[in-house]
């Protein structure tokens, strides 16, 4: 019997901008995370109920992580979890600047102040072929109703500018776009509406997830498409449904800033995790 069929499995419930995860600390001991479990564990009503999942394990700098939709896929990126779980280990550490491993890359975090962590979520990928599209085209106006922006932060997003986010039904208008031909991998949709100087109002529907009320990669992908419309400057405040995130696109990267919380430590039990054997 393994550890965790004896011990169950331990995991740690966070969001940001209600833009939840569940979070399992890999480091101590490996876990083996499937598309069954991490099905079964996104489920709502069955399970614990995420967004997304990550796996902390320890890697070349503080930390590696490894995301999972609910659906069981798994992304290179995520932002509001990268900087959930950022916070977690400069409170474990002490520390106030972090390097995180991700499928992504390498990515930086820092101690904002007043309860805030910033995380760079590296340089946008705006050639065709990086986020990828289904062939060459321009990535600043797609050949899609609406004429919306393509950007890759990690995974793949189409941005819609429109008049009123409120007015869309994303139930209807996510799923159709999120597995549009143009995107092999599917894609992340955003609708934004530009609201004031340098501020954006957005909704997202994720990949693999679907309507959340936050997304820190998509956030990214809104703010730089935003700047090369010339809709906004590259500092822009983003309003979601589940609160406010500030997005810097600097020469180094998207540097993107907000609050966290962790939630609760909670464990899965043995009876739980055999019945996905």
């Known amino acids: 019997m393994s550890d965790l069929e004896h011990d169950g499995l331990p995991f740690m419930k966070m969001h940001g901008l209600g833009n939840d995860f569940v979070v399992v600390d890999a480091r101590a001991r490996a876990v083996s995370i ?18 997304q999942l990550a796996v902390i394990t320890r890697g070349s700098g503080d ?20 900087r959930c779980i950022a916070r977690f280990l400069m409170e474990e550490t002490g520390k106030t600047a972090l390097t995180l491993t991700t499928d992504r890359g390498t990515l930086a975090a820092v101690d904002a102040g007043g309860g805030l962590t910033s995380v760079n979520m590296g340089a946008p990928q705006l050639d065709w072929a990086e986020i990828p599209l289904a062939h060459a085209m321009d990535t600043l106006s797609l ?8 950007t890759g932060m990690g995974n793949p997003h189409c941005t819609f500018f429109v008049d009123d986010v409120m007015a869309v039904d994303l139930d209807r208008f996510g799923p159709e776009h999120e597995h549009h031909p143009l995107y092999p991998q599917r894609t992340n949709v955003q609708v934004a509406q530009i609201t004031g100087p340098d501020r954006i109002r957005m909704r997202v529907w994720e990949r693999g997830a679907g309507l ?66």
């Open 212 to 277: 959340t009320l936050a997304s820190g990669s998509s956030s990214c992908a809104t703010a730089v498409a935003a700047a090369r419309r010339g809709l906004t400057g590259r500092r822009v405040t983003i309003d979601l449904d589940g609160g406010t995130l500030q997005v810097d696109w600097r020469e180094d990267g998207v540097w993107m800033t907000g609050p966290t919380a962790h939630v609760f430590d909670a464990r899965l039990t043995p009876a739980f995790l055999a019945s996905l054997a």
């Open 63 to 82: 930390a590696h992580l490894t995301f999972y939709n609910s659906d069981g896929s798994t992304s290179a990126a995520c932002g509001n979890a990268t």
């Open 34 to 51: 499937t598309p069954a479990l991490a099905q079964a564990l996104g489920d709502r009503h069955r399970g614990a109920g995420f967004d």
């Open 143 to 150: 050949p899609i109703a609406g004429n919306p922006v393509a």
